[in-house]
């Protein structure tokens, strides 16, 4: 299948338009319902209709139902005129399963409409932009929408929504982030606590200034190196697709310890993923480290594998699965400015 080199945008979500609900990898058990039905109603006070798959309150073998069923759902939904956004609860670890069971040819000669979040939903993000050229949203998932109060830089995902098409969205690093684990089962409408200060830092320029522009694309690293290499992961060949605007690839490292890290890194840049890139953008990493000097650390797999890139390369950026993040637009054009530890990424919709 080839790559289809136009982006298309999904419409702007207005006041009436369905938004689905469904969990094409792990679905969310009983005992976090109640956070569930919060951020499903908060859609609804925005003035959204809300439909509910089947395959979204219940987790079984870490997976919300059976691969058919998924596959289904997230097809029927996909294809779905009526629908206008579809924002799973969250990730999970099984999204891969469903991969041949899609049929992105289908899926290229419909109406795009938002896919939102983040994770293992990186697994259909990233061959739905590249493979049928729908733009899609990494960002906050649903789960997250579910706070009573958001803070700003989560709040934004909204600004992407609803913004006319056309216009530039900018984002800035957050103030602060959180190390902790959401508490949503005791406290159900928790936002999230933002105790640590963020700075966003530079791994190979000598200055502390930077500014870079491209065509965004990327996602949890996690899944991005194990599609590589196949026809759903195929980033150098939307970047040759996309070679007069260049690319930012970004990316967030969730379960891999430094070694593992080290080997995915390495694996894409032989495949050429970090050839002529505008510049990288690497979130906040969940993985474990080590404090012992004598061994490998996560900086030293981001120095071993891109410390010789000749673009910047930023780390700690608000990505991923450390929040807040940022929402970030797989196919936007987007400018990214940097300085003495704070930055900001300005999308054109």
Same mark, same amino acid.
């Given at each position: 299948?080839?790559?289809?080199?136009?982006?298309?945008?999904?419409?702007?979500?207005?006041? =009436?338009?369905?938004?689905?609900?469904?969990?094409? /990898?792990?679905?969310?058990?009983?005992?976090?319902?109640? +956070?569930?039905?919060?951020?499903?109603?908060?859609?609804?006070?925005? =003035? *959204?209709? $809300?439909?509910?798959?089947?395959?979204?309150?219940?987790?079984?073998?870490?997976?919300?139902?059976?691969?058919?069923?998924?596959?289904?759902?997230?097809?029927?939904?996909?294809?779905?005129?009526?629908?206008?956004?579809?924002?799973?609860?969250?990730?999970?670890?099984?999204?891969?399963?469903?991969? !041949?069971?899609?049929?992105?040819?289908?899926?290229?000669?419909?109406?795009?409409?938002?896919?939102?979040?983040? /994770?293992?939903?990186?697994?259909?993000?990233?061959?739905?932009?590249?493979?049928? =050229?729908?733009?899609?949203?990494?960002?906050?998932?649903?789960?997250?929408?579910?706070?009573?109060?958001?803070?700003?830089?989560?709040?934004?995902?909204?600004?992407?929504?609803?913004?006319?098409?056309?216009?530039?969205?900018?984002?800035?690093? /957050? $103030? &602060?982030?959180?190390?902790? !684990?959401?508490?949503?089962?005791?406290?159900?409408?928790?936002?999230?606590?933002?105790?640590?200060?963020?700075?966003?830092? &530079?791994?190979?320029? &000598?200055?502390?200034?930077?500014? %870079?522009?491209?065509?965004?694309?990327?996602?949890?690293?996690?899944?991005?190196? +194990?599609?590589?290499?196949?026809?759903?992961?195929?980033?150098?060949?939307?970047?040759?697709?996309?070679?007069?605007?260049?690319?930012?690839? *970004? %990316?967030?490292?969730?379960?891999?310890?430094?070694?593992?890290?080290?080997?995915?890194?390495?694996?894409?840049?032989?495949?050429?993923? %970090?050839?002529?890139?505008?510049?990288?953008?690497?979130?906040?990493?969940?993985?474990?480290?080590? /404090?012992? &000097?004598?061994?490998?650390? *996560?900086?030293?797999?981001?120095?071993?594998?891109? =410390?010789?890139?000749?673009?910047?390369?930023? *780390?700690?950026?608000?990505?991923?699965?450390?929040?807040?993040?940022?929402?970030?637009?797989?196919?936007?054009?987007?400018?990214?400015? %940097?300085?003495?530890?704070?930055?900001?990424?300005?999308?054109?919709?």
């Amino acid at each position: 299948m080839d790559l289809k080199s136009e982006i298309i945008f999904p419409n702007k979500l207005i006041p =009436g338009d369905v938004i689905a609900i469904t969990a094409p /990898s792990s679905g969310v058990p009983s005992h976090l319902h109640a +956070r569930l039905d919060m951020a499903i109603r908060n859609i609804e006070r925005r =003035g *959204y209709r $809300v439909l509910e798959g089947n395959c979204l309150r219940s987790q079984h073998k870490n997976k919300s139902a059976d691969k058919t069923a998924r596959a289904a759902e997230l097809m029927t939904f996909l294809t779905n005129p009526e629908i206008k956004a579809i924002m799973p609860p969250w990730g999970g670890d099984l999204g891969m399963e469903l991969l !041949e069971l899609m049929d992105f040819e289908q899926l290229r000669e419909c109406e795009p409409k938002w896919f939102v979040g983040f /994770s293992d939903l990186t697994t259909f993000q990233f061959p739905l932009t590249t493979l049928t =050229g729908w733009a899609t949203l990494h960002g906050p998932n649903l789960m997250d929408l579910g706070a009573e109060t958001l803070d700003a830089t989560t709040q934004a995902i909204w600004c992407i929504l609803e913004s006319d098409r056309g216009i530039a969205v900018q984002q800035h690093a /957050s $103030v &602060a982030f959180q190390i902790e !684990e959401n508490q949503w089962g005791t406290n159900t409408c928790a936002g999230f606590n933002l105790t640590q200060q963020t700075e966003w830092k &530079a791994l190979n320029i &000598a200055s502390y200034d930077a500014c %870079f522009q491209g065509r965004l694309l990327g996602g949890c690293l996690d899944i991005i190196s +194990r599609l590589a290499g196949t026809q759903f992961g195929n980033l150098p060949l939307f970047h040759a697709n996309h070679c007069d605007e260049g690319i930012i690839l *970004y %990316f967030e490292n969730v379960e891999m310890g430094p070694c593992e890290l080290t080997r995915a890194l390495l694996s894409l840049r032989l495949q050429g993923w %970090f050839t002529d890139l505008q510049g990288v953008l690497i979130g906040r990493s969940a993985g474990p480290n080590t /404090s012992d &000097a004598s061994k490998h650390t *996560y900086i030293d797999a981001l120095r071993a594998v891109l =410390g010789d890139l000749t673009v910047p390369v930023l *780390y700690d950026v608000d990505i991923g699965h450390i929040p807040p993040q940022i929402s970030l637009v797989n196919g936007a054009m987007a400018k990214v400015e %940097f300085r003495a530890g704070c930055g900001s990424v300005i999308q054109q919709l």
